[in-house]
């Protein structure tokens, strides 16, 4: 596993150059992304170096976050999304203090998700209610591995990010085939030149196996379309308004959710 220590120095630099880049290129909406980060990164990091506590807190705040996002961008109600959070924080701190567990705790996940449109008797809308909760579940549970995978996660996630940069970029560059009607913009170029990219991230933060590849060439980018796919059903633009100017935090996260899945599946 990957020491959070060893990171840190790889972080706080790229961090520095991506401010210096972002200053340079004197665009608002760039320069308002890296402030977002700059104040939540040396928080994400602290909660790393703190531990299974920390990264625990981390993923279980993520989580209720990001549920709320995706309650309202389905249109669930209140109570549904209520007892996804409890779900998924559920999953988390099993995770922390009974790993061998976590299949349990997925299971009374999703039995607690399906109770509330069943509890109401809701024929009209339970259906639509059960299918968003339990989509819900599976697609954020993963957070669970920021505390399985300690350094790892953090050091996927700097590679998932420098993969999505890297495509976003390069994509429309090099041109060619687009990648899903899901996201016209990206290109299969970008994503084999970001994925590239990522595993070379991975390998210089010292954390290149198989599994942390794959989840940087095929996790990643499935999630940004997973992500693509539910705001394109429902006519949004972004999961929220949490970042000003950079969406919310399912925006900031999608790749790395499967990403994450893809690692926990693989080991």
């Not at 976590?102 to 009374?108: K, M, P, R, S």
Request: aromatic share 4%; proline share 5%; no cysteine.
């Amino acid at each position: 596993m990957v020491s959070v220590e060893s990171l840190v120095p790889w972080i706080g630099g790229a961090l520095v150059i991506g401010g210096v880049a972002v200053l340079a290129s004197r665009r608002g909406e760039l320069i308002r992304r890296w402030l977002i980060w700059a104040g939540a990164v040396p928080v994400v990091v602290a909660l790393f170096w703190w531990g299974e506590p920390g990264t625990a807190l981390l993923a279980s705040v993520a989580g209720i976050v990001a549920a709320i996002e995706l309650g309202i961008l389905l249109g669930l109600r209140r109570e549904d999304v209520v007892v996804l959070g409890v779900a998924l924080v559920g999953v988390v701190g099993t995770s922390w203090l009974e790993p061998d567990l976590v299949l349990h705790a997925l299971g009374a996940g999703a039995l607690l998700v399906v109770a509330p449109p069943l509890l109401q008797g809701d024929a009209d809308e339970g259906l639509r209610r059960i299918s968003g909760g339990l989509l819900g579940l599976a697609w954020l549970a993963p957070l669970a591995g920021l505390v399985t995978l300690g350094g790892t996660a953090l050091a996927l996630f700097v590679a998932v990010s420098v993969a999505d940069i890297v495509a976003f970029f390069a994509g429309p560059r090099l041109g060619g085939p687009r990648l899903s009607p899901l996201s016209p913009a990206k290109r299969w170029s970008g994503l084999l030149v970001g994925a590239a990219a990522g595993i070379a991230v991975l390998a210089l933060l010292g954390a290149p196996t198989w599994p942390t590849a794959i989840a940087v060439a095929v996790g990643a980018p499935a999630g940004d379309l997973l992500e693509s796919l539910v705001k394109r059903g429902v006519r949004a633009k972004d999961s929220g308004t949490m970042m000003a100017g950079a969406g919310g935090l399912l925006d900031r996260i999608d790749s790395t959710l499967l990403a994450l899945a893809t690692v926990l599946l693989l080991s």
